[in-house]
């Protein structure tokens, strides 16, 4: 039965951006310093206390925006956008409203294997609020003005997104799109990648948006899409029983998986936008946007395409490959020490990852440098070692600094790969195992797997399979 209704959502990605210092004072840019250990006079908002931009801060905003498809105003402002919370000491945040650094871009993502183009409508430069802190048991809250003055980039999305998948989708591509420019380390958990999101619904055959909501308090891609799933559950339910969804911010529940009301939905009217007075406008100079043009690096869709031509990889592997363009950089560097990508990322995604997810660390924290694990990998290719034995070395390697040709040297894994000793196990095999090799030549073909399995057993798992199976093909069959 088709759907009667239809969601309409745009997100609202903030991502603090991985500069020195703060968007307009000389203060460490850090997390996890001790309370309030970074601040000044200008990120505290005392009076007289002049703003000074982060250049740097602009070039990773111009970054994120030429990444995705952007245009990069040659002239933009800046605006004070007031509200009055405690984390916010001076009252307003410096922001930009009408005149953003960049604007009518897009970012593809991919759902159940189809393309679709997320319109991006702006990138912004601002700075980020303190954090308030409501510590257990305690009537008061305490405000850590750290995180004041922090440079952030708004990545305001088009209300292109039809699903909750389709959001999923989208916040992963554009993760690891900062990620890969390295102007954001988007850990949602230290809160340097946040996302708001904007929903509606609509019946399927009206052109119309219905009344949007917005959620906030998603710390992760998943809460999004239950959180995104759950509003659009709700405003269904109030449309089908004759109720109206109200205009309003909703705060999302991620323990009990479900969203309540928090305030009345702002508008840009309820801010009192109006242009900072303590900062020229900003023009971004042709000859300083190309050289930050020529400075991005490969992006995630080029290296994927490139890693299928150049290495004849599946797309599912490059694509797992890729999602991480550390971990790509560590297939890489194994490569070149072997040129032998297939096996390379084999290993990757069945050994090494298996070894990240269970001790919980990132790839650059990987025990077995690239070159070591590349040394492995010669082994294989060589039939040194056999795919059993070459999993022992690997864990051995896990635990030492060794080769991988010394461990196994010192513990004897080399495979048996000659001819004549293989012989003389196989017939030894068939001497001690007469009744079955009667029934195998009777026609019980399954019986070949015992006797490769008792091969194995006599050579501790050191036999080279294929010419064992040719060994006892032959003999067996005669």
């Known amino acids: 039965m088709p759907e009667k209704y239809e969601p309409i959502i745009g997100l609202e990605v903030h991502a603090q951006l991985l500069t020195d210092s703060k968007m307009f004072c000389n203060c460490k840019n850090e997390y996890g310093a001790a ?37 990069i105003a040659e002239f933009c402002r800046f605006a004070r956008k007031n509200y009055f919370y405690p984390d916010l000491p001076k009252g307003y945040q410096i922001s930009q409203y009408k005149e953003p650094l960049c604007s009518e871009g897009e970012l593809k993502i991919e759902v159940d294997d189809e393309e679709k183009n997320i319109g991006i409508t702006r990138i912004h430069l601002e700075e980020d609020s303190g954090k308030s802190i409501h510590a257990e ?9 750290n995180r004041c003055g922090v440079p952030l980039i ?27 420019l390295e102007i954001s380390d988007c850990n949602m958990e230290q809160g340097s990648l946040r996302c708001d999101a904007n929903i509606s619904i609509k ?20 809460g999004v899409e239950k959180a995104l799933q759950f509003e659009i559950e709700r405003q269904k ?17 991620a323990d009990n998986e479900e969203a309540r009301p928090m305030r009345g939905k702002e508008e840009s009217e309820d801010y009192r936008y109006f242009p900072e007075p303590d900062l020229v406008p900003l023009e971004v100079d042709k000859n300083w946007l190309n050289e930050i043009k020529s400075a991005i690096d490969e ?19 490059a694509d797992l490959l890729i999602s991480d363009h550390k971990l790509a950089n560590y297939f890489e560097k194994v490569v070149q020490e072997t040129e032998a990508p297939d096996i390379a990322s084999k290993w990757i995604q069945n050994q090494v990852l298996r070894v990240l997810k269970e001790d919980s660390i990132e790839i650059t924290d990987f025990y077995i440098a690239p070159q070591r694990l590349a040394g492995l990998i010669e082994l294989i290719q060589q039939d040194t070692v056999n795919k059993n034995s070459a999993k022992k070395v690997f ?84």
Not at 137 to 145: A, F, L, R
Not at 157 to 166: C, F, L, Q, T, V
């Open 395 to 478: 864990n051995k390697m896990l635990k030492n600094d060794k080769s991988a040709k010394t461990i196994v040297e010192e513990e004897g894994l080399a495979q048996m790969s000659g001819s004549d000793k293989l012989y003389d196990v196989v017939e030894e095999v068939m001497e001690e195992n007469e009744a079955e090799v009667e029934r195998f030549r009777d026609g019980e073909q399954k019986l070949f797997g015992f006797f490769m399995g008792q091969v194995m057993q006599k050579t501790q798992g050191k036999a080279n399979p294929q010419k064992t199976k040719e060994i006892l093909g032959e003999l067996l069959n005669q």
């Open 137 to 145: 048991g305690e009537k008061d809250t305490y405000v850590d003005y």
């Open 203 to 222: 019946k399927v055959e009206e052109g119309e948006f219905g009344t949007r909501t917005e959620m906030k308090n998603m710390n992760s891609f998943s």
């Open 237 to 253: 339910e109030l449309l089908e029983n004759g109720e109206e969804v109200v205009q309003q911010t909703m705060l999302w529940d």
């Open 154 to 180: 708004e990545i305001v999305s088009e209300p292109d997104i039809r699903s909750p998948e389709e959001a999923h989708s989208y916040l992963n591509k554009l993760k690891q799109t900062l990620e890969y």
């Open 35 to 71: 309370p309030n250990l970074h601040t000044c006079p200008k990120c505290l908002g005392y009076p007289g206390a002049l703003p000074v931009l982060n250049k740097k801060a602009v070039e990773f905003g111009v970054k994120a925006g030429l990444a995705m498809n952007c245009e």
């Open 299 to 317: 992006l995630p869709d080029d290296k994927k395409h490139r890693f299928m031509e150049d290495y004849g990889l599946r797309e599912y592997d």
